[in-house]
């Protein structure tokens, strides 16, 4: 999920926890547990300054061993022991206890995301991705900000958060549901389909949908419970050639490629130099793919300039990295 959304989500936990006989309302431990409800619901995205190096580096480790089982023990134990130190008199357990489940539940929301997590490691380090929930629902948050409105004006907190969170249960029941319905009616469209992965919005009724079969890929969309086929592309097998290996030594290349499950790929020799492009089909936008990784190689096959994330016209591409002209 979004920064925003795991913040609410953490000061609702606080407010959930006052139902916890050791915790209560209004005392050492109900604050001590409030501030490692909302640090235990920031820490794995602690990973998010990676982006300030470059973006290969953040795409192959977001949501990686910052959110392990590992290291949701870590996390637990570094935040609980900080805050002892200013609130020596909480009761350690339960302060514990509720930081290490606001951990738990930031790494179990994110994995109904497209984007999803590595959970699991260090037992498999396959990606988690449910593809449920946008990584902002409008929905989710709002339900939260109202939870946290009626605590201002004298609800009483946990009774509050758990009527919030019960609601929020059937609405991931409802989101699964609809998704399942999807999938059910591609495998009637498409004949042998492979793979299917589908994308959630912050519309409630739009999603976006990617295809696998055995011979092409296929991007559509399901608006109000309809599908729309927009692009179809042959799936043609990334050929190992003496460029290809070259691109695929690049950073940025190899993170795509470690991410991204669906894209098809380009090469372009020109004059002077070649480029490799891949392109991932799962976020399809006016038409346009914004999701990429580009590296263009001299004569020599060496790397000249490389890129990927998102990017939202061929003209901001080539400027924001003064890539050579084609």
């Given at each position: 999920m979004d920064t925003g959304t795991h913040v609410v989500m953490g000061i609702a936990l606080g407010g959930l926890a006052t139902?916890?006989?050791?915790?209560?309302?209004?005392?050492?431990?109900?604050?001590?547990?409030?501030?490692?409800?909302?640090?235990?619901?920031?820490?794995?995205?602690?990973d998010t300054i990676l982006k300030l190096r470059n973006n290969a580096k953040y795409i192959r480790n977001h949501r990686g061993i910052t959110h392990s089982i590992p290291?949701?023990?870590?996390?637990?134990?570094?935040?609980?022991?900080?805050?002892?130190?200013?609130?020596?008199?909480?009761?350690?357990?339960?302060?514990?206890?509720?930081?290490?489940?606001?951990?738990?539940?930031?790494?179990?929301?994110?994995?109904?995301?497209?984007?999803?997590?590595?959970?699991?490691?260090?037992?498999?380090?396959?990606?988690?991705?449910?593809?449920?929930?946008?990584?902002?629902?409008?929905?989710?948050?709002?339900?939260?900000?109202?939870?946290i409105a009626i605590w201002l004006i004298g609800g009483h907190p946990g009774y509050t958060f758990l009527s919030v969170y019960?609601?929020?249960?059937?609405?991931?029941?409802?989101?699964?549901?609809?998704?399942?319905?999807?999938?059910?009616?591609?495998?009637?469209?498409?004949?042998?389909?492979?793979?299917?992965?589908?994308?959630?919005?912050?519309?409630?009724?739009r999603w976006h949908i990617a295809i696998m079969t055995d011979t092409s890929f296929h991007v559509a969309r399901a608006v109000d419970g309809e599908i729309m086929f927009l692009d179809e592309f042959e799936r043609i097998p990334v050929p190992q050639t003496d460029v290809i290996r070259a691109a695929e030594q690049d950073d940025n290349i190899s993170a795509f490629l470690s991410f991204s499950p669906v894209y098809r790929w380009e090469v372009d020799e020109y004059t002077d130099h070649y480029e490799v492009r891949f392109i991932d089909l799962r976020y399809r936008s006016k038409g346009y793919y914004p999701f990429v990784a580009i590296v263009q190689l001299d004569q020599e096959l060496n790397i000249v300039s490389s890129y990927t994330g998102w990017i939202f016209s061929e003209e901001k591409l080539r400027k924001k990295l003064e890539l050579i002209p084609e």
């Open positions: 139902l916890d006989p050791a915790i209560g309302v209004d005392n050492p431990t109900a604050h001590a547990v409030m501030l490692g409800a909302i640090f235990g619901s920031q820490a794995p995205d602690l290291a949701i023990f870590i996390w637990s134990f570094l935040i609980t022991g900080m805050i002892t130190i200013f609130i020596p008199e909480s009761n350690l357990l339960h302060l514990w206890l509720w930081t290490l489940l606001a951990i738990v539940l930031h790494v179990f929301v994110d994995i109904f995301n497209a984007y999803g997590t590595q959970a699991l490691r260090p037992f498999t380090k396959k990606w988690i991705a449910l593809g449920i929930i946008n990584t902002f629902d409008p929905f989710i948050f709002v339900a939260h900000l109202v939870g019960i609601i929020l249960i059937g609405y991931y029941i409802i989101r699964f549901s609809m998704q399942r319905r999807i999938i059910h009616r591609l495998h009637k469209l498409v004949p042998q389909i492979e793979q299917v992965i589908i994308s959630p919005t912050m519309r409630f009724r």
